[in-house]
């Protein structure tokens, strides 16, 4: 133990604490010379600011094995892991607690920011843009790792070491999904730093032409695809672990991944009307702006306390520091792109609407649109509570309100926007639009249509499927037009080689199309029934027969358990009602079956082992398995987008370091 203003550290926490401090000196070292570099021109500073980011990598990533090794090792001297651990955890339970709480969770997105930087500093392209780069990444970091040396330090010693520790939040150590999901939400959040870096840069030097455009499209795809992975991810812990069988209640917090994901969504579309038409350059500045520090407010939501919610486990000083941040980044960022407005105004005008990118725009107007409802639907009640003092919130009816009617026109803009051509189609009349779309609008009629046909009388689902009809014919049209033009389906892989980007974005539109059909689905026809069972003694529930053959208790020496056997049907489930160590709140643990027209979904809600009884709520979401496979999909296509060769024209690039245009 070393003894240091009058608290015991241990040489964990001492270590880890000298770590930070060395990362801190070499992130301020990255953003001095950085800006020097850049203002002087001087490639031994940029030099020099790569191998300071290095040091900050390196260093942060010292700090954060030595967080999850005092974990591991049960290191109770250090009061985040005598707050959030305990020595009966199992292994993963301890990996995960890392990031249980407000410290660990901070210097998790310390290590990745650092990480980014360090790629960007082996990857970056030598031109005026980088030591800017450089420096706006450690911008970031410096305010990151000196978060964790003051008011979210992991590495503060305990007075009186305890024998034991307190554990993790039940809700975390319940699932193993709280060791992806929110690794992928930071991997998301944080990767957006790097076009926000980049976008930063061109405004400081003047380079706004495509350049940090091209040269970000891959770190946007891979940030965009870890948040698109982060939300489907946290839907499905919420699925698997809430028990009400839903995956999202616009929650605040999930609200505050969607809204970043939105911006994010707009702005890889929007980008392209930048690269080929030469539009669009403010538009696409303040989008990537708002968009990175829509991750701040977010974290600030998830982190502050100021909202209740399921997945905010933390409250202190921190919230108004992380505002600060938010404000930091937006004036500069909004402050930047107003000095120079005079030179990223548009040079050309859109031709005509009914173009791909008059479609595209139109689709970017939506998400914004959709962001901002989003986040007033969010804030509303800290503002009410801030000015009036009450205690209010904003339920799920307010967001269905336009998330419905929203949902569908940008079904509608997604299927028309690939099949148009840019500029204008044909000569912009209506029957010009017609010969492009009539297919996918002859779906979209038969598919509603059909719909009523069997059944679905709720218009919104109907509606749905229609759309949903038309944007697989659009890109079943797309693609058979290119594969007859090369001779036939051999041709396939050979076109998917050749364009990569352009396939990816099929198979993600794609994704979208099954992600919709199953919340469509699964929001209308949801069904659930509570029953009080007893064992041996069937009843009939949602159509089914349920029977609770077996129930007991299960102990582990991190929790006990209440495990009912139910079947359901020909299906065996076992239900659970965990109570873990030091934590009296119990967490039920659903048991669900999947399959792909509907899961087969038992929680249960009470149970008395002695008088044998057991009360159980069954479940029905129709083809909610569609959504996870959606998301697949579009993963999957993000995953081809990105691996696109990275190509641009010669007066797109950057010129030279220290050579003027």
Request: hydrophobic share 50%.
């Amino acid at each position: 133990m070393l003894d240091f203003l009058g608290y015991n550290f241990s040489h964990t926490g001492a270590a880890g604490t000298l770590s930070l401090l060395l990362a801190l000196g070499f992130a301020l070292v990255a953003l001095i010379s950085g800006v020097l570099a850049g203002r002087r021109g001087d490639e031994r500073l940029t030099e020099m600011a790569r191998y300071a980011t290095w040091g900050n990598f390196a260093f942060v990533t010292a700090a954060i094995g030595l967080l999850q090794y005092a974990i591991l090792t049960d290191d109770f001297s250090v009061r985040y892991v005598a707050s959030h651990s305990m020595t009966v955890s199992p292994l993963w339970v301890k990996w995960v607690t890392l990031w249980a709480a407000l410290e660990g969770s901070i210097l998790l997105w310390a290590w990745i920011l650092s990480l980014y930087a360090f790629l960007v500093s082996l990857t970056a392209r030598r031109d005026v843009l980088r030591p800017w780069v450089l420096a706006v990444m450690a911008l970031s970091v410096v305010f990151f790792v000196g978060l964790n040396l003051t008011v979210a330090s992991p590495f503060t010693p305990v007075v009186d070491v305890p024998q034991e520790g307190r554990g993790p939040n039940p809700l975390l150590q319940n699932h193993w999904m709280m060791a992806v999901h929110p690794v992928l939400m930071y991997l998301g959040f944080v990767g957006l730093s790097v076009p926000f870096a980049y976008a930063v840069a061109a405004m400081i030097t003047g380079r706004l032409g495509e350049s940090w455009l091209v040269q970000t499209r891959r770190w946007t795809l891979v940030a965009w695809g870890f948040l698109s992975a982060a939300i489907a991810a946290g839907g499905w812990w919420s699925y698997e672990i809430l028990g009400w069988g839903g995956y999202w209640a616009w929650d605040p917090v999930e609200n505050a991944s969607f809204i970043p994901w939105l911006l994010a969504t707009a702005f890889l579309h929007s980008v392209q009307i930048q690269e080929r038409r030469r539009m669009l350059k403010t538009w696409n500045i303040y989008l990537i702006v708002f968009a990175y520090a829509a991750t701040v407010l977010g974290t600030f939501l998830t982190r502050s306390g100021v909202v209740e919610s399921v997945h905010a486990f933390s409250n202190g000083p921190i919230g108004p520091v992380f505002l600060g941040f938010f404000v930091v980044l937006v004036a500069l960022g909004v402050g930047l792109a107003t000095w120079r407005l005079p030179e990223i105004r548009d040079p050309h005008s859109l031709d005509s609407p009914v173009s791909r990118e008059g479609s595209i725009l139109g689709g970017n107007v939506v998400f914004v649109v959709f962001a901002l409802l989003v986040v007033l639907g969010t804030l509303f009640p800290v503002l009410v509570e801030a000015v009036r003092g009450i205690r209010t919130s904003v339920g799920e009816p307010f967001y269905n309100f336009f998330a419905i009617p929203i949902g569908l026109l940008l079904l509608l803009l997604m299927g028309v926007g690939p099949v148009l051509p840019w500029r204008k189609a044909g000569d912009g009349s209506l029957k010009s639009l017609w010969k492009l779309a009539q297919w996918p609008v002859l779906a979209f009629v038969a598919g509603t249509l059909l719909a009523f046909v069997f059944g679905i009388r709720n218009p919104g689902l109907a509606l749905t499927l229609g759309l949903c009809a038309y944007n697989v014919v659009g890109l079943a049209g797309l693609v058979g037009s290119s594969v007859r033009a090369r001779g036939g389906l051999g041709a396939l892989p050979g076109l998917v080689r050749e364009h990569p980007r352009r396939y990816g974005a099929y198979l993600a539109h794609l994704g979208i199309v099954l992600m919709a059909i199953g919340i469509g689905f699964s929001s209308t026809y949801k069904a659930r029934q509570e029953v009080t069972l007893r064992p041996g003694t069937p009843q009939t529930v949602l159509g089914k027969t349920v029977t609770l053959t077996a129930l007991g208790n299960e102990r582990r020496p991190e929790r006990q358990s209440i495990v009912a056997t139910v079947k359901v049907g020909n299906e065996t489930l076992t239900p659970k009602v965990n109570t873990y160590v030091n934590m009296p709140q119990t967490v039920a643990m659903p048991a669900v079956k999947y399959h792909l027209m509907g899961d087969t979904y038992v929680t249960l809600l009470a149970a008395d082992v002695n008088e044998k009884w057991a009360t159980v709520a069954v479940i029905d979401s129709p083809l909610v398995s569609w959504i996870w496979w959606g998301g697949f999909v579009l993963l999957l296509g993000t995953g081809l987008s990105v691996t696109a060769p990275v190509r641009e024209t010669v007066a797109a690039r950057a010129l030279p370091q220290g050579v003027t245009a």
